[in-house]
């Protein structure tokens, strides 16, 4: 799989053009759009971007119960899928999978390729993101803190991970060891889409304006099919054909760092000025400062252009140096929540609906159970939409309304007195309650503090292991 | 009219913080959007919503205007309590908001 790499493809235009694909756009993305782009991208690069913001925390808790589990629970069913065509095509393979747990994770990964009989295949684990022991105990501000904490040491024994956001140097390095398959842990999603093009254009850490392009290359391809239709389709005014086939997309990016994105021919969805201009904002707050571990990459001068179907170009991306400090995310011990609905149909549905979140209300209250928080939602009425109607009297009789009841407390056996309460609705609340459903679990949360970039980086480590070795 | 006519909008979420990127279908449109899409007027439509400030970004270049929600989302996807944890719906229901038609004279 290392030899291919050399006779690169070189798309449509001249020069070199590094084709890079996502394979995933977040944890349980499917499956068959990667496998088509691994088939039919023609690709250098295969990414696989699947870590929210908590992902990262759950799997440190897993990994706590389990020293081989943390990693994302799709990685051997992704890998058995793809692995075989990236290994035909010399298309090398980069992916946040790792989570808590790159060198388990990696360790998967050989064992596929064993089973595959792709024996020598290098696979390189990227670490150093988690900062727990850096951070743990100590004043550092929080950015987004519950109302209870506004320093770290304030969550005290609470917190349960620290994950720095690794920018795309290690994941660059690993390349240029030789790895085919790059996994890790917390890496700044579009990081992990620049890696390739720096290890392979020889971009260096201060040339911002081209960083900022492969940033926006990144943070094009990041969210896989929201780019090429999804989290787009309106039917009737914003149509997008085969959203079932959706197709993901690809960058085929020159050495200037100018791209164009598209996907393989036949495959479902859109790919247009509207998509990628929603997709080039998402997630941005201001468009001339988009912060990453690499550089503060301009977007507010972007220019796209529909080069024909399903092909845009993007120009007009600009950079400046990079932030100085590195965010981490941090997860903690949020109490318990529980969460039960019940539903109510027929005539009067809505009154009905509304007298049972009173009795569960009054019955949490003469219960004792301890609520630090609760809503009670009437799905239909105004448990999404806000804004316009909330509150507000619906001009038609619903025909069918689900009441949500959404508690905090302090512990796990009050979260499922919680649910209790509105199941047994069924045989004391209003007649005809239907469907109760209810769950409770810990809550894991998210705040985010500000590292001293010197603190991160020198517990960075690339390891490459030969899948023969690692049995 | 209903903003739903003239522009298309995405939802973001980070943290605490909700985005809605709103882009007008005719580049002609842009100038009225901005004029007449303030955030105040943003503020006004979401009555409910525990906003703190609310930035307005402008980029011309693609005839978007980015809103920044700060603490619009009662925590945010890992505490909020909310069916709709990340705010995904936001943008959908800032297309109701009624504004004047634009003239046929570019404003």
Redesign the interface.
């Not at chain 2, 925590?75 to 505490?79: A, E, S």
């Not at chain 2, 309590?81 to 709709?84: C, G, H, T």
């Given at each position: 799989m290392s030899q291919p790499r050399s006779r690169r493809r070189t798309g449509t235009g001249t020069g070199n053009r590094i084709r890079i694909g996502c394979g995933a756009g977040f944890a349980d993305d499917r499956v068959d759009p990667a496998v088509e782009l691994a088939e039919h991208g023609r690709l250098d690069y295969l990414v696989f971007e699947c870590l929210a913001e908590r992902t990262v925390a759950l799997a440190q808790l897993e990994r706590l119960r389990d020293p081989d589990a943390g990693y994302n629970e799709w990685l051997v069913e992704r890998m058995e899928a793809v692995l075989e065509p990236c290994a035909r095509q010399g298309t090398r393979i980069i992916t946040n999978m790792g989570a808590a747990n790159p060198q388990a994770a990696a360790r998967a990964v050989a064992e596929v390729a064993r089973r595959l009989g792709l024996p020598g295949l290098r696979i390189a684990t990227v670490t150093g993101d988690d900062v727990l022991h850096l951070v743990k105990g100590t004043p550092l501000p929080l950015l987004d803190g519950p109302g209870r904490a506004m320093n770290l040491d304030d969550l005290g024994d609470d917190v349960v991970s620290a994950n720095a956001y690794l920018g795309a140097a290690p994941v660059a390095e690993a390349l240029a060891q030789g790895a085919d398959v790059v996994v890790t842990g917390r890496v700044a999603d579009p990081s992990l889409f620049l890696a390739p093009l720096t290890h392979e254009f020889g971009w260096t850490a201060s040339d911002w304006p081209l960083l900022a392009r492969g940033t926006a290359v990144g943070h094009l391809l990041e969210c896989a099919g929201q780019v090429t239709g999804g989290y787009y389709a309106d039917p009737g005014t914003k149509d997008v054909p085969d959203l079932a086939r959706l197709g993901f997309p690809l960058a085929e990016v020159a050495e200037d760092g100018s791209f164009t994105l598209t996907k393989v021919p036949g495959s479902g969805g859109r790919l247009t000025v509207a998509t990628v201009t929603e997709q080039l904002l998402y997630e941005v707050h201001d468009p001339a400062a988009y912060l990453t571990p690499d550089v503060t990459a301009d977007f507010s001068h972007a220019h796209l252009t529909q080069l024909t179907e399903d092909q845009v170009t993007v120009t007009g991306i600009t950079g400046r140096e990079r932030p100085t400090a590195l965010k981490a995310s941090v997860g903690y011990r949020d109490g318990f929540l529980a969460h039960g609905e019940i539903s109510y149909a027929g005539s009067n549905a809505l009154a009905r609906a509304r007298e049972a979140a009173r009795i569960v209300e009054e019955r949490l209250t003469l219960t004792k159970i301890p609520v630090t928080d609760a809503r009670y939602d009437l799905i239909g009425l105004n448990a999404v939409h806000r804004g316009v109607g909330v509150g507000a009297v619906p001009t038609a009789e619903p025909t069918e309304i689900r009441l949500r009841v959404a508690a905090r407390t302090d512990t796990l056996d009050h979260a499922r007195r919680i649910g209790r309460e509105v199941a047994s609705l069924w045989p004391n609340g209003p007649y005809g309650g239907a469907g109760v459903t209810r769950e409770t679990r810990e809550n894991i949360a998210i705040t985010s503090v500000l590292l001293p970039r010197e603190l991160v980086m020198p517990s960075t480590e690339v390891q490459v292991t030969v899948a023969g070795d690692t049995a | 009219m209903r903003l739903?006519e003239l522009a298309?909008a995405?939802s973001?979420?980070?943290?605490?913080?909700a985005?809605i990127?709103v882009?007008a279908?005719d580049p002609s449109h842009f100038p009225h959007l901005r004029t007449h899409l303030t955030p105040d007027r943003v503020r006004a439509?979401?009555?409910?919503?525990p906003v703190g400030p609310i930035?307005r970004?402008e980029?011309p270049?693609?005839h978007?205007l980015?809103f920044?929600l700060h603490d619009a989302l009662d925590?945010?996807?890992?505490?909020s309590?909310?069916?709709?944890a990340h705010g995904k719906?936001?943008a959908a229901?800032?297309l109701?908001?009624d504004l004047p038609a634009p003239s046929t004279s570019k404003d």
């Open positions: - | 739903h298309h995405r973001g979420d980070k943290g605490s913080t985005d990127s882009i279908y439509h979401f009555p409910d919503l930035l970004y980029v270049s693609l978007a980015k920044v925590g945010g996807v890992t505490r309590l909310s069916l709709d719906s936001l229901c800032l109701e908001l």
